[in-house]
Every structure is written in C-alpha cells, then in structure tokens.
C-alpha cells in the first residue's frame, strides 16, 4: 500500500524557517516526481513546487520561488520542503503527492501537515 | 500564470441526479507533445484530495464509471452522473501543462 506520511509542521514566527519531510512507503520513491501542494484554511488547493525522480528538474509556484526549497534523498524515501522567511500568507496545510506513472497525475497525497506562521 | 476558472462555485444535486462541472482555461491545454495534462481531483470533507481524471478523460484506478471527464483546448467538464452521497466534496480541476502548475478554485457539491 502506497503511503506518505508528512512531518516538521508547527507553529512559527514570520521570517522564521522550517522543514517539512514526507516520508514515502509501498512503492518505488525513486522512480517517481513528487509535488507540495499547501492549502489555507478555508481556501482551495494551491500547488507549489515539483521535483523529478532524479531530482534533475524543480519547478516552483510564483508565491514561494527563491523562499522554499524542494529536494529528495532517494536513499531515504523522503521528499523534503524547506521553506524560509516565512510568512502569515504561508500558513496552510501542506500536502505531498506521488505523481503516477507518465501521464496519471497525483495519483497518492499525505495526510498533511499544518504550518501556522503567527507572532 | 494559467488561471483556470471553475464554475459554479457550487452545486447542490439530488441523489441520482447529474452533476455538471465547468473548468475553463485562459490558456490552451494542450501540451506541445500532443497530450492535455488536464486532472480533475476530489477533496473529501476532513480527507486529502484524491485523483479522479486524468488526461482529461481517463479515469484513475478505482474511480466510477459515472465520472466523465470531456473536453478540449480551454474548455473542459466534469460530469457526474447518478450523484451519490460519497460523492460530495469540493472538485478542482488541475492543469500540468504549463509552468507554473494551477488549480482552479474549486467547485463544492451539496446533496439536497
């Protein structure tokens, strides 16, 4: 059974940093790209950064380019988010997802973890 | 940035009726490769999301067949034939066609 279990959220200052780790089971972590996707409270889904299997192309949402960092250790199974200088718009629910095989899509996403950027 | 604008914003259905979904693009969707990376997820109450469409049309793994993906270009549907109560949530459409990646902000389906 394919899981992604997310971990490192809390409750932050702004401009402060933070890591957030997906640690990812029941598949081949190195063969497939992974996504974040954040959601604000009340608010819809917002896609923020991909990275390929091999690491070799990241792609970032406009809000967070030059903040978050997304990186993976294939040797580990973990997907990581470093977000820095951090701020209350950044507070949200953040999400990992497995992209399928060639064309399927996110085809898993973790439970979450929650990120509260607050003085 | 393709904005993809989802309509209605909300929809309150009859169980076994149809539900109809709106996703319109301000860009065209088709990607250079000849491929539409067009997905429609669905979001649960208290759930993660979950992949429903993909390519579209195609149908990920396990979901009904009373979940129809059309369309092309700018313009895409969701349909959802005989509504049942499993189904409500809120649907978002998704495009991986153009950097950056964009969700549409989401449709809620109710049942009366």
């Known amino acids: 059974e394919v899981q992604l279990v997310e971990s490192g959220g809390g409750l932050v200052q702004p401009g402060s940093s933070l890591k957030l780790s997906c640690v990812a089971s029941?598949?081949?972590?190195?063969?497939?790209?992974m996504n974040w996707i954040r959601q604000a409270p009340k608010k819809g889904l917002e896609w923020i950064a991909l990275i390929y299997y091999d690491s070799s192309n990241k792609y970032y949402a406009d809000s967070v380019k030059g903040r978050f960092t997304i990186s993976r250790d294939n040797s580990k199974n973990t997907l990581y988010l470093e977000m820095n200088s951090l701020r209350s718009e950044d507070t949200a629910m953040y999400y990992c997802?497995?992209?399928?095989?060639?064309?399927?899509?996110?085809?898993?996403w973790g439970q979450g973890a929650s990120v509260t950027v607050s003085s | 940035d393709v904005v993809l604008t989802q309509t209605p914003v909300s929809l309150s259905v009859t169980l076994g009726d149809q539900a109809s979904i709106s996703c319109r693009s301000s860009q065209s969707l088709e990607y250079s490769d000849g491929y539409t990376y067009l997905e429609w997820y669905l979001q649960k109450p208290g759930q993660s999301p979950q992949l429903l469409i993909y390519g579209v049309s195609n149908r990920f793994s396990g979901v009904p067949d009373r979940f129809i993906g059309s369309g092309s270009g700018t313009d895409f549907t969701l349909k959802i034939s005989r509504v049942e109560p499993e189904d409500l949530g809120v649907y978002y459409c998704?495009?991986?066609?153009?950097?950056?990646?964009?969700f549409g902000s989401g449709t809620k389906l109710e049942i009366k």
């Open positions: 997802a497995k992209l399928g095989g060639g064309t399927t899509g996110m085809d898993a």
């Open positions: 998704f495009q991986a066609t153009h950097d950056p990646l964009t």
């Open positions: 029941g598949f081949t972590f190195s063969n497939y790209g």
